[in-house]
Nanobody, 125 residues
């Protein structure tokens, strides 16, 4: 049974930083893209960042987070990370970890087969 479990969310002031983690288990993800998505109240779920699980780890980012967020993974630990810097109030959302056999550059949720339950990130102004 595949499980993706996020952690690391919380309340932070604007300009601050957080690191989200996603512990993945239940299968081999070697041919998968691992992604972070977020959903703010009243808005659709949106793509944040993705990385290939393979060695080399190609990455892609939404324009809104480029230069502020960094996605990474530790394959030996089956863990995905999202390091977030210079947080803004508009980054406030529930952040979800996802896995799917899609191109890293997909940039949307279609094709991501597995999802975590989400972790809340709140950025105060």
């Amino acid at each position: 049974q595949v499980q993706l479990v996020e952690s690391g969310g919380g309340l932070v002031q604007a300009g601050g930083s957080l690191r989200l983690s996603c512990a993945a288990s239940g299968r081999t993800f070697s041919n998968y893209a691992m992604g972070w998505f977020r959903q703010a109240p009243g808005k659709e779920r949106e793509f944040v960042a993705a990385i290939s699980w393979r060695i080399g780890g190609m990455t892609s980012y939404a324009d809104s987070v480029k230069g502020r967020f960094t996605i990474s993974r530790v394959t030996g630990e089956n863990t995905l990370y999202l390091q977030m810097y210079s947080l803004k109030p508009e980054d406030t959302a529930v952040y979800y970890c996802a896995a799917g056999r899609v191109p890293v550059t997909t940039g949307h949720a279609t094709g991501y087969d597995y999802w975590g339950q989400g972790t809340q990130v709140t950025v105060s102004s």
